[in-house]
Structure formats: C-alpha cells, structure tokens
C-alpha cells in the first residue's frame, strides 16, 4: 500500500470565527479535574486566539475553600501544563479575570452570594450580557445547582433588556435511562428554556467531526455517492487503551453502553448519516441528526444478544506491559458484570440507508487508542480482470480520522508500473496538524466559544437524547433480566472471537486498529 501526500490550496482557505459576546462564565466544580485539566486552559486559548470578549470574566465555584489568588494559580498551574510558552504578562492579565467563591452546593445562600458578586463585576467590566453557567460536578448535583439558580433569580440574563439570555452546560451523562434522563430534563426546564440549555458532548468539538459536515456537503464528488447504492457497510469504531484506573467507582455504574454509546456513538453516527439540512445552522442539524435516531430499526428482546455483544478486559499485557483485568482493579470490582466493550449492528431504515449496516464498536485496554468512521464502498461488480488471475479487488474506503492521528484517508486501485495487470492499492492520506502546520485545537475552545456565541448546532437537542436512551433501555433492561456475564477478552488484544462473530456473520470483518 502506498500514501498520496495531497496539497492545500492556501488562497482558497475560508474562515469564519465569531469572537464571544460579553459574557461571565460561572463554572460549578470550579476545583476538579475537568474544569482544571481542560476547560481553563481551553479558555485561554480562546484569549490567546483574540475570541474572548474583553469583557468576559470567570467566576469559579466549588466547596473547596479557595482565595481568589489561590484559585488562580490553580489555574495557571494548568494553563502552564498546556501551553508551556506563552506570555506570562498575557497570562496574568487573562486570570486577573478570574474570581472564586465557596459553598454549598444546595445552600440558597450561596447563590445569593453569587448573585452579588456577578452584580458587582458586571459593573466593574461594564458587562450587560449573559451568565453562562458550566456544570462541571457530578450528575447528581445537576438538578440540585440548577434548581437553585432558578429559585434564585440567576436563569435570566446580565441585565434588564437580556431576558432568558443565560445558558447552561451540562456535561455527561445526561440521565442514565429514559426515565432519569426525563426527569432531569424537567427540572431544568423549570427555570431554563431549550435554547438555553447546553448538554455538551467534547466529542463533537473535535475538528475532525465538525469536518464530517464539511467534507460531505461543502463537495459535490462525494455526496451522490453516500447512500445504499454504492456504500457496502460503515464501521465506527471508539478503541481506548487505557483501563478504568481511578474512574472505577463512576464506571462501573455506567458501562461502555451508557459512557460512550448513548451520547458519542450516536453522535457520530447522526452526522454520517444524516440528510442535507436546508442550512448551516442549529435547527436545522439538529433536526436532521434527529431524524437518523428516529429511524433507528427497532429489534425484539430475542435478538439482543445477536446483535449487541458486550465484553470485560481481563488481565493482558498492553505495550509490553502486563496489566490487570477490570475486575482487579479495585476490589469493589470483584465480582462486577459490567460491561468494557461493545459491538453492535445498528441498521437505519430510511431511502438512503436501506439495508446497509452500521457495525459500532467501543472499548477498554484495547490494543491502540483510536477513533475512526470508515465507509467501505461496493466492490465493482464485475472484474474484468478475472482473464489475467484478478478475481476479486479490494473495495475503495474512506476513512475519517477523529483520533489520535486526525484527518482523512480514501484508498483506491491503480495500475503499478511493471507487468500489464500489475495493480496496488493507492491511500491518498492527509494529517490535519501536518498540512495546514497548526496545532489541533481542544475540542472544548469550540465548545466553550459557541456557548458564549449562542450557537448551539453541536449541542445534543432533548429530543435525540430522549430517543436514543428508549433504543439502549431495552438493551439494559435486557442484560439485567439475564444476570448472564459479559465475554472475557484479554487486555491489549483488538478484539474477541464473539464480538468477531457479530461482523463475520455478514462476511465482513473489523478493520485492524
């Protein structure tokens, strides 16, 4: 197999990049990992990137007790772990915006210190815009801390003529069922309207998604060809390397299913799938997005296990390296059925999709990290090379490189000099980060900055969250009601013979990882 390294026309190259109205940002779990191992650092690339409002400041909040000073070198900390050679005078400038307050979450008192203090900044930085709020704590404080912030008067805007302006993010999961995931939604919707509600997924930040839309409606080359005519079958495939380690008491209450499928999965497979919106804007996506969901083909309880084989990780050895399985990763672990691994066929029954499948899979303490949506295109159908010993071609495949290498790759036949039917397999291949000479950036600069801009096309509507839990509830409900163990697989292997069998039985295979 050979690489075509293709080129970029720098004189055609379009950019449109919306700097952030006046906003505050509130962040609630201000002291924790996410907010401290991304959302900072991402804002000050932002700043960085003169997207931030001069305007913008940051309150942070957390029941850790912190000075103002003491917050901000925390976040300087991990600012200077990302971006190690910027200016430290601009840095400086960028966290004199930033404040702290500690409380209780559930303490309306609380917020009504919040309240005074965004009043009071508000004046400082001449700020009539609006509050975002970020919800970076556990799920079981979403309803708390939002509730709050309604009874408290803190859904509406910055000012008088802002009405209904504030927003809120709320990181996953959203629910952990249909019927959670309801309830949550309603009391939110107390105090916060569908437009202001943000239910972020750091996946669809990443620039190699958002390209997903470019690369299939900005060319005229490959839209005709996406449908059942000429696509054989789609593989999307989310492979992690690493176990559970510190997260063990979160997942082993959540599984691959709820962690990754329900939410990035389906995200993914809505953008692959989904029809020509009418324009590049929220409603529109995301009515099309919803649209794939709904036409999901349903299945009956007695073909869950045909088409949805789950996995554990058992001991391995993973570079080199011998590793324990996840039921020796703490001993709460002991004796859990939780799944680490799963792999599906998901078919959509629509026009365009009819009759091709769409083979998912996801796991831990596989091989290599990577995430990938390959299409694989029909063989020719018929070879005239049979003549000459050619009987059968390698089909053509596009694949879409999300991580940790980000790009595109279509392979294809052409003749290779020498004999008159020697023939080879030719990748035209390209490396975002190599062919336009630029740092990837985080998937939540994206994120943050449309919260800020008001755009919400790469935010998860209620309405596709809802529906996608009522198609994985009876797959829950279904491996609870057979109390049957998921399959061993050994740490640092690509896969297992029984999740093998789910795609052999079609006469395909996985790709390699």
Not at 10 to 39: H, W
Not at 176 to 204: C, G, M, P, V
Not at 426 to 446: N, S
């Amino acid at each position: 197999m050979h690489n075509i390294e293709p080129t970029v026309d720098y004189n055609d190259i379009i950019c449109a990049d919306t700097v952030a109205e006046p906003s505050a940002m509130v962040v609630f779990g201000a002291s924790g990992d996410l907010a401290q191992r991304k959302l900072v650092a991402s804002l000050y690339g932002l700043y960085e990137k003169k997207l931030l409002n001069e305007k913008f400041f940051l309150i942070g909040c957390s029941r850790t007790k912190l000075s103002d000073d003491e917050f901000r070198m925390r976040c300087k900390k991990s600012i200077l772990s990302v971006h190690p050679d910027l200016n430290p005078d601009e840095l400086n400038v960028f966290l004199s915006k930033f404040y702290y307050l500690s409380g209780q979450y559930d303490d309306q008192n609380y917020y009504q210190e919040i309240s005074r203090k965004l009043d009071a900044l508000s004046s400082k930085y001449k700020l009539c815009g609006c509050f975002v709020y970020y919800l970076s704590t556990p799920p079981t404080l979403f309803p708390v801390i939002t509730g709050e912030l309604g009874k408290s008067g803190l859904s509406y805007g910055g000012c008088a003529d802002s009405c209904k302006k504030s927003r809120i993010v709320i990181e996953k999961p959203f629910g952990r069922d249909t019927s959670s995931s309801r309830e949550l939604n309603a009391k939110i919707r107390e105090y916060f309207d569908e437009h202001q509600i943000y239910r972020i997924d750091h996946y669809l930040g990443k620039e190699t998604v958002q390209n997903i839309l470019m690369f299939r409606f900005a060319n005229s080359i490959f839209e005709p060809l996406w449908n059942r005519n000429y696509i054989d079958h789609i593989q999307i495939t989310i492979a992690e390397s690493l176990g559970v380690e510190g997260r063990y008491g979160y997942y082993d209450s959540s599984g691959v299913l709820r962690d990754m499928f329900q939410n990035h999965m389906i995200q993914l497979l809505s953008l692959v799938a989904m029809e020509p919106p009418v324009a590049f804007e929220a409603d529109s996506i995301r009515d099309e997005k919803s649209r794939v969901v709904n036409a999901l083909r349903d299945f009956k309880e007695e073909q869950i296990d045909e088409l949805f084989v789950r996995g554990q990780y058992s001991s391995g050895n993973l570079d080199g390296k011998d590793v324990c399985g996840y039921r020796e990763e703490n001993e709460l672990l002991a004796n859990s059925n939780t799944e680490t691994f799963l792999a599906c066929k998901l078919m959509i029954d629509n026009w365009r999709w009819k009759d091709v499948p769409f083979y998912l899979r996801s796991g831990k303490r596989l091989k290599k990290k990577t995430t990938e949506i390959a299409i694989t295109f029909k063989e020719v159908p018929h070879s005239m090379f049979s003549s000459v010993g050619i009987d059968k071609l390698t089909p053509n495949t596009l694949v879409l490189k999300i991580q940790p290498c980000e790009g595109t790759s279509l392979s294809f036949q052409t003749k290779r000099p020498g004999s008159k039917a020697c023939m080879a397999t030719l990748t035209m291949d390209y490396d975002y980060q190599e062919i336009f000479g630029t740092q990837m950036p985080e998937a939540y600069e994206r994120l943050l900055l449309d919260c800020m801009v008001g755009d919400q096309t790469l935010f998860s509507r209620f309405d596709c969250v809802d529906k996608s839990w009522q198609y994985f509830d009876k797959v829950l409900a279904h491996w609870k009601k057979s109390g049957q163990a998921p399959y061993l697989y050994n740490a640092g292997s690509e896969s297992f013979e029984e999740a093998d069998a789910l795609i052999k039985a079609d006469s395909r295979q996985w790709r390699s990882l």
